[in-house]
């Protein structure tokens, strides 16, 4: 299959089943199929005035449903190769015995394979834009490879200048500081504004008060970057963080002057009347991780009250050592399962959550205005997924739609992915990466890495 890209006049036709368009009024089409010219959506064509002749391709997908591709707020690209390797720890330990010594061991093909693998993983659920983490080094690395694999999203070099859980895996301020210029420079708005640059400190045990504050001041240069941290994850940390500032997290980051509606905060599970003051006074974003609280025994963050108060959320599989997978139907499916024994079964339905892993997403990371809804004009990152599986509603109608993407259905379920209006997965074949190659390259990049450590 040759990889096929709207790009240079190319138009292109999509005839799906029907479009959940996830736009304001959460339109369901039927009969209507999506025209996509130069990577954009440029109308929408309803079945009996189709000219195929006019397409340079037509994708007949009958049987399929058209869904704008999911856009998770938090996940870690380094850490796939480390999965199944650091289960059953709470947070602070899981950090000291395990990922930090395993980030800390990263080469630059260690790093390259694990971006490629959670790449291939995103897009084979669905995930169409991500805003990743990052590692300590090689920063190039990861946002080079989102380049060339044609996904949507932010990267950027993770910083830590203090290290107390383990100190070999840290840099100095300054050499933090001359490295995130340089790599801004270098990739924020590249491959026409696909891959952007995040500035990510680690979290504020990790991080000096010159550097999450001159991080802030830089990201002044780069319109359109993210500033992403964690926040707020468990007990453990919030109770360290308070012995060392005689603050709650985001009362030190208010103080501090890095929130606002460009900073994107994951987790937030522990949080007080006062701090979700903060967030939405300052409408600063948080990215919530369902699966990865649950497995590091963090708790349940209270989203139903962020919802109520005005304040963003949005969802992240966070990383595969914490979930142990990059699905975004995990998370949709959990975040709002575990809040009906607490809120009531009425909470999180799956409208709400499917918009909060689409739309919302877009709008948390400012590029709603490109993505997150199939709307002429946006750019054509879409998924066709088959919401008529043999463990899927068997009604037809619409009210079940919601129910069978968010409660139902698993990345199986995801057939094909277009990001920038470039076909990358098609009939469940990657168009971007050989997977058997990828994968046995990493358990060969995973065995030299620990033996690195
Ligand atoms: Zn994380």
Not at 43 to 57: A, G, L, M, R, T
Not at 128 to 141: A, E, I, K, P, W
Not at 204 to 229: A, F, R
Not at 328 to 354: C, W, Y
């Amino acid at each position: 299959m040759s990889k096929s890209k709207s790009k240079n006049g190319e138009i292109f036709l999509i005839i799906p089943k029907q479009i959940v368009t996830a736009d304001s009024k959460n339109r369901i089409l039927k009969g209507i199929a999506v025209e996509i010219t130069d990577g954009k959506i440029s109308s929408f064509v309803s079945k009996e005035e189709i000219q195929k002749e006019k397409y340079d391709d037509v994708y007949d997908a009958k049987n399929l449903t058209l869904i704008p591709g999911f856009i998770q707020t938090h996940v870690h690209l380094s850490q796939t190769l480390f999965r199944g390797l650091a289960d059953d720890l709470p947070l602070l330990e899981w950090l000291r015995l395990k990922i930090f010594p395993f980030e800390n061991a990263h080469n630059e093909n260690s790093l390259r394979v694990t971006a490629q693998l959670s790449i291939n993983e995103l897009l084979m659920g669905g995930t169409t834009t991500f805003l990743d983490m990052g590692t300590l080094r090689y920063g190039d690395v990861v946002l080079s490879e989102m380049v060339s694999s044609g996904i949507r999203g932010f990267s950027g070099k993770c910083l830590i200048d203090l290290n107390d859980l383990y100190p070999d895996f840290k840099s100095t301020t300054q050499e933090e500081i001359n490295d995130i210029k340089n790599l801004a420079q270098s990739f924020h708005n590249s491959a026409d504004g696909r891959v952007r640059y995040s500035f990510s400190p680690r979290f504020v045990l990790s991080c000096s008060e010159e550097l999450l504050k001159e991080t802030k001041e830089i990201m002044k240069d780069y319109p359109g970057s993210i500033y992403h941290t964690h926040s707020s994850e468990s007990v453990d940390e919030i109770n360290e963080v308070r012995k060392r500032f005689h603050k709650e997290n985001i009362e030190y980051f208010n103080s501090i002057g890095v929130l606002d509606d460009h900073t994107v905060l994951a987790h937030c599970v522990h949080t007080s009347d006062n701090e979700r003051k903060m967030l939405k006074d300052r409408n600063t974003r948080i990215s919530h991780c369902p699966s990865a609280n649950l497995k590091l025994g963090s708790g349940i963050a209270p989203i139903p009250q962020y919802l109520k108060e005005g304040i963003s959320v949005t969802l992240g599989a966070d990383g595969a050592p914490c979930n142990n997978n990059l699905s975004i139907f995990n998370e949709m499916r959990l975040a709002s399962l575990i809040q009906k024994p607490i809120h009531g079964t009425k909470v999180l339905d799956a409208q709400t959550i499917f918009r909060m892993a689409t739309i919302e997403g877009a709008k948390a990371l400012h590029i709603h205005d490109e993505v997150g809804s199939i709307e002429v004009g946006k750019k054509a990152d879409l998924v066709l997924i088959d919401l008529d599986s043999y463990s899927n509603s068997y009604s037809d109608s619409d009210e079940t739609i919601y129910s069978d993407i968010v409660f139902s259905s698993t990345t199986e379920n995801v057939k094909s992915v277009m990001v920038d209006g470039r076909w990358l997965i098609k009939g469940r074949e990657s168009l971007v990466y050989d997977q058997k190659e990828i994968i046995s390259k990493g358990g060969e990049e995973l065995s030299k890495l620990l033996k690195r450590i």
